[in-house]
């Protein structure tokens, strides 16, 4: 389970979500239309990240930093990453309420 939580992104991508997935050999990118990030096997080769930036002006990548000489700026944010390895407990005490066609008109009303 670890080793997926290394690279999420990534493995998304290979994964469950799949139909957004844009390959561009070892890196991974989500259509910029969906959400302008993606990542890599590995390491971020150039070459790909380069074929990206083509598509999408500003995106992050996930994972190690890229390798290569890029014309553009790179940043790096590292961030630590949180694991729940026990399910929580919630007692939920709100009713759940069927919405029919009787509830049109008092959603429409709410807007």
Do not use: R, W
């Not at 890599?40 to 083509?54: Q, R, V």
């Not at 790096?76 to 069927?98: G, R």
């Amino acid at each position: 389970m670890y080793g997926k939580l290394d690279n999420p992104v990534y493995h998304s991508l290979n994964e469950y979500h799949k139909k957004f997935c844009l390959n561009f050999g070892n890196s991974k990118f989500y259509n910029p239309e969906v959400a302008a990030f993606g990542g890599a096997s590995d390491i971020g080769k150039e070459e790909d990240i380069a074929e990206y930036a083509k598509i999408c002006d500003d995106f992050l990548v996930f994972g190690a930093k890229p390798t290569g000489n890029f014309a553009t700026a790179l940043s790096q944010l590292v961030c630590d990453q949180y694991v729940l390895e026990n399910k929580i407990e919630i007692d939920f005490t709100e009713d759940i309420v069927l919405i029919t066609e009787e509830n049109h008109k008092e959603l429409n009303d709410l807007s």
